[in-house]
Structure formats: C-alpha cells, structure tokens
C-alpha cells in the first residue's frame, strides 16, 4: 500500500508523485488534503490532492522542496513505499452553481488550483485562469490548466515567460475589460493571496482563499492550523482550508508561517547533509 507509482520533476524545487492510494482516491475532492509520513519515524505533513484516479486507485501529490521531510520524500524512488498516507482530510472547495470563475494560481499553489479549475471546467462552468511564477523555468501545468481553462494567462516576475507582472494585474485587466466573476479563487503565497483578496475587495467580487498553515494532526485538536477568519479562530483542517479571502486575517498568518522558517532551512540543510553522506 501507499506505492510511489509515479515520479516526476516539474522544475528544479517541485516533485509530482502518484501514489496509490485507492481508499483514498475513492473519497478524495478538489481542495481537500491528506497527511503522510516518508518512514515510521518521520514527522507529519500535509499535501493538498492534486489530482486523484478512482478508477486506478491513485491519488497525485505535488510538493515543494523546502524542509526536512519534503527533502527525505523526493529522494524516494518509483516503487518505494510511505509509511503513512492518510486522507482526504478537510473541506472539499465548493463548485456547485459557479458559472464563471477565475482561478488563480502562484507557484507550487498552481498545484492546488488546478484540481478546481479541471472540476469546474467539467461541471460546464467558464473558467479564466491566470498562474505566476518567479520565472520560466519554475512554470508548472501550463497544459494541464490550458485544457481546463476557457482562457489562460501566465505571468513570470522576470518576463521570462507569459507577460510580466504580478498575477493581480492580469485580474484587474480582465476585469477593468468588462470580464465578471461568480467567484475569484486564488491559491498560492499568502501574500500573494492578500493582494488578489485587497483587488477583489473593491470591486466587490466574492473570494476564496486556500490556506495551508502548519498541520499536525489534521483533526482540529492540535491547534497548530488555527486563522483568524472574520474576527474568529478556525482551524484550518477542519473547517477549511477554504475561507473567505476578505475575512481572513493575512498578516496574522504571514507572522505564524515566519517563525518555523529558520528552523526549517536548518532542519532541510541537516538533512541534506546527512543523504550526502550516505551516497558517499
């Protein structure tokens, strides 16, 4: 059980991985997440489902690398095993009634918002999506989101690639040429979360966040994932991890998600060290 079917290096930092999973896949939605551990003594993290299969059994993840555990996960190999893979955990992202959308993606975010734009886009909903990155070697499911989307726009910081720009500037020229939206969904860094929530906000357009705090045990007891939402905590396993971007408290959660980040860089560069070791 839990067999890497599938691996794939999307850009130099982003893994896509199948994993089967078939109790998984049976159950899973867009916007919903699972919890898995590499061995039997690693720690917990949360992955978003990317894509799932019923048919096959299989569930796609796709990570980042940035810490420990994500550095011990992209060095398994087709064929091996995780310990632990539970899910679906969370909220699945509500489509029902949407009949046009934009869909907004940065970075490895892009991973999250493309299970959404493929749902709505097969539910007959229109679909605009617009996804960033750093630069064009950091673009991810540009075909995939093509195929799911009605129109497309891609933008990089540098030009590289697309147009250049933030991700909130191709929204305000879609909408500022007349474009309307049942619903913006936006999915990515927090801060670039806020940003497309702020321009949204003046033109009274409804919109969703995706917010992945850190997760332990994806149960709501831990307290770990807690957001300020509308003046009251929520806890991001359990009643998310969509919300209300105009109701979520962004600079709160940017100030929580900052003080695990040197531990972090120094847990991955441990671990780092250690797989050099090993091949040596």
Do not use: W
């Amino acid at each position: 059980m839990y067999q890497i079917l599938k691996k794939q290096a999307l850009n130099p930092t982003v893994t896509l991985m199948e994993i089967e999973a078939p109790l998984v896949a049976k159950k899973a939605e867009p916007g919903q997440f699972i919890i898995l551990r590499v061995d039997e003594n690693g720690e917990r993290i949360p992955l978003t489902v990317a894509d799932f299969d019923r048919e096959k059994g299989t569930v796609t993840i796709i990570f980042q690398i940035v810490g420990a555990t994500t550095e011990a996960l992209n060095h398994l190999q087709e064929g091996d095993r995780l310990s632990d893979f539970v899910g679906p955990l969370g909220v699945a992202s509500h489509t029902e009634g949407l009949k046009k959308v934009a869909v907004v993606g940065g970075g490895v975010g892009c991973a999250i918002a493309y299970p959404i734009a493929k749902k709505l886009h097969r539910q007959g909903a229109t679909v605009h999506s617009i996804i960033g990155f750093r630069s064009r070697d950091l673009v991810i499911l540009e075909n995939e989101f093509a195929q799911a989307s009605d129109k497309l726009r891609i933008m990089t910081d540098d030009g590289s690639y697309g147009a250049k720009g933030l991700v909130t500037s191709a929204l305000k020229e879609l909408i500022e040429s007349g474009e309307t939206y049942d619903e913006v969904i936006a999915i990515g860094p927090l801060v670039m979360m806020k940003f497309v929530a702020a321009l949204t906000r003046e033109y009274g357009l409804k919109t969703v966040v995706s917010m992945n705090p850190i997760m332990i045990d994806g149960t709501g007891m831990c307290g770990g994932c807690r957001l300020t939402v509308g003046g009251k905590t929520k806890f991001a396993c359990v009643d998310g991890p969509d919300f209300d971007g105009h109701e979520v408290d962004f600079d709160e959660a940017m100030e929580r998600a900052s003080m695990y980040k040197a531990f972090e860089r120094r847990r991955h560069e441990e671990t780092c060290e250690l797989f050099k070791k090993e091949v040596r």
